[in-house]
């Protein structure tokens, strides 16, 4: 069993839809947890992070952590094409940072 | 951005020739990653270095090694190629808090084609 499951998607959804993005994980160790956004060819850039469970909220994104179902989510409101990209969940162990395969996301003018 | 810099960016080379890819930081940072990235498996680490002269293997360690003399190298090197390296690989760099926290950063990824 993978440490993070992570549907590869893709996902296309029109613009100014919200979008959601979930990602489960096995180890009730993690405490910390993150999603990365990654353009094509380019690196993952972090793009919100989240201490234990509950919500934070950064503009247009909003991170849900659920440690008791072991379930991350990241929504998306008035998604735009801009927003097209691989969207990858990741957590943090010891040093170590365990990542979901990854959700391609397509969003169309 | 953080100061990460891979080198070389692409390279196509031959099975069972020797490969070194490079990750070089300016952000002192302790921590040093090399991950690969293939399509149906994300990212998975290769090594990993808690500081300089420290490594430790990551889940698909096999065919790769790594070396990290100076705080801000870290170098990953394939003995002898073979085509199931062909992939992309990123360096990543973090630091640890007293929280245990600090995020990963990336660098731009070093595209290895094994022929």
């Known amino acids: 069993q993978k440490e993070v499951e992570q549907d590869p998607g893709p996902l296309s959804v029109p613009e100014g839809a919200i979008v959601s993005l979930n990602c489960t994980y096995s180890?009730?160790?993690?405490?910390?947890f993150m999603w990365y956004r990654q353009y094509s060819r380019k690196g993952p850039e972090l793009l919100m992070y989240t201490y234990s469970s509950g919500n934070k909220e950064d503009g247009r994104f909003t991170a849900q952590v659920d440690k008791s179902s072991k379930y991350i989510s990241l929504f998306i409101r008035d998604s735009q094409p801009s927003d097209s990209a691989t969207y990858l969940c990741?957590?943090?162990?010891?040093?170590?940072?365990?990542f979901g395969s990854g959700t391609k996301l397509n969003v169309k003018p | 951005d953080a100061g990460i810099t891979q080198s070389p960016r692409h390279k196509v080379t031959e099975t069972g020739t020797p490969v070194t890819l490079r990750c070089h930081q300016t952000?002192?940072?302790?921590?040093m990653y090399w991950y690969r990235q293939d399509p149906g498996h994300g990212l998975r680490l290769i090594h990993y270095s808690y500081g300089v002269k420290d490594t430790d293997k990551g889940e698909v360690s096999d065919g790769y090694s790594v070396s990290r003399s100076k705080t801000e190298d870290f170098l990953l090197t394939l003995e002898s190629a073979t085509s199931s390296q062909t992939s992309v690989y990123f360096c990543?760099?973090?630091?640890?808090?007293?929280?245990?926290?600090?995020?990963?950063?990336f660098g731009e990824g070093s595209r290895l084609t094994v022929l």
């Open positions: 990741a957590m943090k162990g010891f040093n170590k940072f365990y």
């Open positions: 990543a760099i973090s630091e640890r808090d007293r929280w245990d926290t600090g995020e990963l950063f």
């Open positions: 180890n009730s160790a993690f405490q910390y």
């Open positions: 952000e002192n940072h302790r921590y």
